[in-house]
């Protein structure tokens, strides 16, 4: 059975909410527009076109609070339920729109505290959900316009996935009209009229799929039925930030967040193909205060701020 609770979670915030929320996203947008300018390839977080971060600062230095729906004494937001806790509120956090609906599958071993999966649902609500494995959604009839973003030799980059679909439209079609008991010339004649229908067709992407586990853990799931019709996609080649760097791994390792961010931000340029200006950086406002918090006290030795966000 999926896990359709995880909507409904979200969906309980009241309407006004995410009005100033979203009203809130614009005008910190445009107040940080300038600092996208030139992004330092040292520290990829550091000139990112962020929302005021002052509400997290606060609530940094007050210490854990209490989650309004399990009573749960979290940091910053609930991993549970998806939501900021009592002293974060709802309405000065970003509300991030996306150009396509995000499916994230979590290993059953993920610790859920740890996950940084959870930041997308928190700021993008509308467009992400998580699905524990091995509970997720059925994608075989729509494989011409879901992808999965996982490396490997059949992988291709984020400027050719609409080449890709493209030829699955075309594969699927040419797959109906191959009925042995109609006549040839008729099954030609109805497989240039469907291809010709199928170059008309929208090619546009309209979910991406991310796997939250560790390395050793993505097998299972990769491996799944469901998911090995799909188009898989690799992103381009970039340095993590993240305080709990896996061992024995490369830094070319992304968390989750940041695997969602680089693989917005290059289907908003090499895709949609419009300038990037930042609107996507929102996703990762817990994320980069989280990385400078860890940064900050190891450079001071502060064990309990690192106690805190651990």
């Known amino acids: ?10 969906s309980l915030n009241p309407p006004i909410f995410l009005k100033e929320r979203e009203e809130n996203s614009s005008k910190f947008v ?3 527009q300038p600092q996208t300018a030139s992004r330092s390839s ?23 609070s209490k989650c309004l729906k399990c009573g749960g004494s979290r940091m910053f937001y609930c991993y549970t339920c998806y939501v900021p806790v009592e002293n974060v509120p709802l309405e000065q956090m970003p509300l991030v729109k996306l150009p396509l609906k995000i499916d994230i599958i979590k290993h059953p071993n993920e610790t859920d505290g740890k996950s940084t999966a959870i930041h997308a649902k928190l700021l993008a609500p509308d467009f ?11 994608y075989e009839e729509k494989d011409h316009e879901v992808a999965l973003v996982f490396p490997g030799p059949k992988s291709v980059s984020v400027k050719d996935i609409s080449f890709h679909l493209q030829k699955r439209i075309q594969n699927n079609v040419r797959g109906k009209n191959d009925d042995p008991d109609k006549p040839s010339t008729k099954r030609k004649k109805t497989e240039e009229e469907d291809l010709n229908d199928s170059k008309c067709k929208d090619t546009t992407l309209k979910k991406i799929i991310f796997i939250d586990s560790t390395w050793n853990q993505t097998n299972k799931i990769f491996t799944d039925e469901r998911l090995q019709g799909l188009l898989q996609v690799e992103l381009k080649t970039r340095k993590t930030c993240f305080w709990r760097h896996q061992k ?12 969602i961010y680089y ?3 290059d289907y908003h340029t090499d895709i949609l193909k419009e300038k990037y200006k930042g609107q996507y ?3 990762l406002f817990f994320y980069s205060f989280m990385c400078q918090l860890i940064k900050n006290a190891k450079c001071s030795g502060d064990k309990e701020t690192r106690k805190l966000i651990h």
Request: proline share 6%; with cysteine.
């Open 30 to 32: 445009e107040i940080q």
């Open 281 to 283: 950086d929102n996703l």
């Open 248 to 259: 024995g791994k490369p830094d070319t390792f992304l968390s989750t967040i940041e695997a």
């Open 263 to 265: 693989f917005l931000v």
């Open 42 to 64: 040292e520290d990829p977080l550091q000139n990112l076109c962020l929302a005021s971060q002052e509400v997290l600062q606060k609530a940094q230095r007050s210490g854990r």
């Open 128 to 138: 992400v959900n998580i699905y524990t494995y091995p509970c997720i959604p059925e």
């Open 1 to 10: 059975m999926l896990n359709f609770g995880l909507n409904e979670k979200m």
